[in-house]
């Protein structure tokens, strides 16, 4: 039995073979494609896996241990929050000049009683 890989993940891999069935996940890009099929459906995806795992004729994903998996998760997450971190500060501020707001240099960014925001009439 198998499937392929994408966004069902490892964990049903898992279950299946810790109930004892030989369960493989399948690399997309090992499973034969007529030329030129551009239409796909369950019916002809479950057919083409079904021939693809009969005649052994795929690569199989090499299943992490569960372990790897979450510091995989861990990384990729922590990469995210870095990019959008990045991302926040080469972006100005937009929002306080769209409603009349301007950044106060006299106090921090972070002012926990203003925010570092002050209206337009406290600058002048």
Do not use: W
């Not at 069902?8 to 493989?24: H, I, N, S």
């Not at 494609?33 to 005649?55: C, H, I, S, W, Y």
């Amino acid at each position: 039995m198998g499937y392929e890989a994408g966004p069902t993940g490892y964990g049903l891999c898992r279950k299946l073979q810790k109930e004892d069935f030989a369960c493989v996940i399948i690399a997309p890009s090992t499973i034969a494609k007529a030329p030129g099929q551009k239409v796909k459906t369950d019916r002809m995806d479950a057919r083409l896996l079904a021939k693809t795992l009969a005649f052994k004729t795929y690569s199989p994903v090499c299943l992490p241990s569960e372990k790897l998996e979450a510091i995989k998760e861990y990384t990729r997450v922590r990469t995210a929050k870095i990019t959008m971190l990045k991302k926040d500060k080469a972006e100005p501020p937009f929002f306080p000049a769209a409603n009349g707001l301007a950044l106060s240099s006299e106090r921090p960014l972070l002012d926990a009683g203003s925010h570092g925001l002050a209206q337009d009439d406290e600058l002048r």
